[in-house]
């Protein structure tokens, strides 16, 4: 009986410790461009999770405006249509030629004509971004439309020394451009705070509640040792 017990307890520790964590490591909408650069070109890649049992239909990504992105070319997939939104930037902007800038992206819309993303699959997206802002970070709030019309919205931004927010933004770090010519203008940028992106708190949490779990297991072993010695003859 007093076995029975010590398992019990132990078992709901561990779900108590765990059981949470399980939502916080859930999969986010990210956005990923191995070597981009500010300044230079970039494939961006968009990778939307299905967390539902019903399918995504549509992904809307907004592109910042106040770091505008003036030019992009979105690769073509089988079973989604693009569109690609622009408008006038909202203050004066020049090209690197000197000339005005009259037209900046502001969001890029896939609507599925199929199946959509399936439930508990993912998909990829990718934008040909050129060029991209002279910033070290770019932040893209990301709407998910299911099949059944509710909308998840991926545009909470991370606050220094808070938890990962629930929907976090997709955030991209830039690299600085190495070339003469962008070093020097890379010294004129203001400074930006990177931001967290998702998978280490959770990470860290996930790793603590675990070696918890543990040690309390191994302190179940030792108090059943500990009974049978006392109760032998």
């Not at 049992?53 to 249509?81: F, H, Q, Y």
């Amino acid at each position: 009986m007093r076995t029975r017990r010590l398992l019990a307890a132990t078992a709901f520790i561990a779900v108590l410790l765990i059981g949470p964590l399980a939502g916080a490591a859930s999969a986010h909408v990210v956005v990923t461009a191995p070597g981009a650069t500010q300044g230079g070109d970039g494939v961006l890649t968009f990778r939307v999770p299905t967390e539902k049992d019903v399918p995504t239909t549509k992904v809307e990504v907004a592109l910042p405006t106040d770091t505008p992105i003036t030019n992009v070319s979105v690769r073509p997939r089988t079973g989604w249509t693009e569109k690609v939104t622009t408008a006038v930037p909202v203050a004066p902007l020049k090209a690197e030629n000197g000339q005005a800038v009259t037209e900046i992206v502001t969001r890029i819309t896939w609507t599925a004509t199929a199946g959509g993303i399936a439930p508990h699959q993912f998909d990829e997206f990718e934008v040909l971004a050129d060029p991209l802002p002279k910033v070290k970070q770019l932040v893209f709030k990301v709407l998910q439309t299911y099949g059944d019309g509710s909308v998840v919205s991926w545009i909470q931004l991370p606050v220094a020394g808070a938890p990962e927010p629930d929907f976090p933004a997709p955030v991209l770090s830039l690299a600085a451009d190495t070339t003469p010519a962008g070093a020097a203008v890379a010294a004129d940028v203001s400074q930006v705070t990177p931001a967290t992106t998702g998978g280490s708190t959770p990470t860290l949490l996930a790793g603590s509640a675990l070696g918890v779990g543990v040690l309390a297991l191994i302190g179940v072993g030792y108090l059943l040792v500990r009974g049978r010695r006392t109760s032998s003859p």
